[in-house]
Nanobody
Framework: VQLQASGGGLVQAGGSLRLSCATSTNIRSMSNMGWFRQAPGKQHELVATSTSDGTSIYGGSVRGRFTISRDNAKNTMYLQMNSLQPEDTAVYYC???????????WGQGTQVTVSS
């Protein structure tokens, strides 16, 4: 399974970005997918996860501003990020776990930079 993240960039505070994570397999076969981020000098942080039955979980710092979704027809997961703040600056990674497995796969990171 390969995951290809894209959509990062530079945006001003208060702006929006949409990240995409394209999968090389049928996205319906991924029981759980999500986004994590890592800022310089900080630990890896959960941003959001989405299960195949539609359950979503958000990290406390992004709840109400970010939305995770899947497009089954395009085999792509998205992260809509609104009201971005400088503290959202980080490298964002997508992750997915195929059904029936305990492991997971990581995509390459995409840089998000929010200027004040």
């Amino acid at each position: 399974v390969q995951l290809q993240a894209s959509g990062g960039g530079l945006v001003q505070a208060g702006g929006s970005l949409r990240l995409s994570c394209a999968t090389s397999t049928n996205i319906r076969s991924m029981s759980n997918m999500g986004w994590f981020r890592q800022a310089p000098g900080k630990q890896h942080e959960l941003v959001a996860t989405s299960t195949s039955d539609g359950t979503s979980i958000y990290g406390g710092s992004v709840r109400g501003r970010f939305t995770i979704s899947r497009d089954n027809a395009k085999n792509t997961m998205y992260l809509q990020m609104n009201s971005l703040q400088p503290e959202d600056t980080a490298v964002y990674y997508c992750w997915g776990r195929p059904s029936g497995t305990s492991g997971g796969f990581w995509g390459q990171g995409t840089q998000v930079t929010v200027s004040s």
